[in-house]
């Protein structure tokens, strides 16, 4: 294997593993951030399975969607900056979408589509909002782990 596929492997794996994480994060953080002793809403009350296979399914998307955006990390100058952020952003958006259509599309498949099954699957693309919502501080964590992300996959370019 040449040093150049080595290079795009390791760039793959990072930008992966990193964009699953934030998936799973987010969703945690919607979880989370419904469970507070003002809404009475406790995780352990919940659907533990259910809960796990959407994590499961959040980390996928985010892991999925990491590998498809991973080329767009690790460019020279400003506009890899941007790239990067805006790359960042869009694989965030969407791997709540996939994480979504990840976590129910068995039970959609089992009962028969509807295009009714549509809006909860499309509304996955919302955890991120969701997390946001009740988390702000991701607002400034997340750019910050992307632009990270960029400077390690750009270390791995010299």
């Known amino acids: 294997m040449t040093e150049r596929r080595k290079q795009n492997k390791k760039q793959k794996v990072i930008v992966s593993v990193v964009m699953a994480c934030i998936g799973l994060v987010l969703f945690l953080a919607v979880v989370l951030g419904d469970s507070t002793p003002e809404t009475e809403v406790l995780v352990d009350e919940q659907n533990t399975e259910l809960l796990l296979r959407y994590a499961v399914s959040m980390a996928l998307g985010g892991g999925v969607l990491g590998l498809l955006a991973s080329s767009l990390f690790g460019r020279r100058g400003v506009i890899g900056w941007i790239i990067a952020l805006f790359a960042g952003a869009l694989t965030t958006l969407f791997a709540g979408l996939v994480g979504s259509l990840i976590a129910l599309l ?37 750019p910050v782990v992307i632009l990270l992300v960029h400077f390690w996959v750009r270390s791995l370019n010299k």
């Open 106 to 142: 068995p039970d959609r498949l089992a009962d028969g589509w509807q295009s009714s099954d549509l809006f909860p699957i499309l509304s996955g693309a919302l955890i991120p909002v969701f997390a946001l919502y009740d988390w702000a501080c991701f607002a400034l964590v997340l």
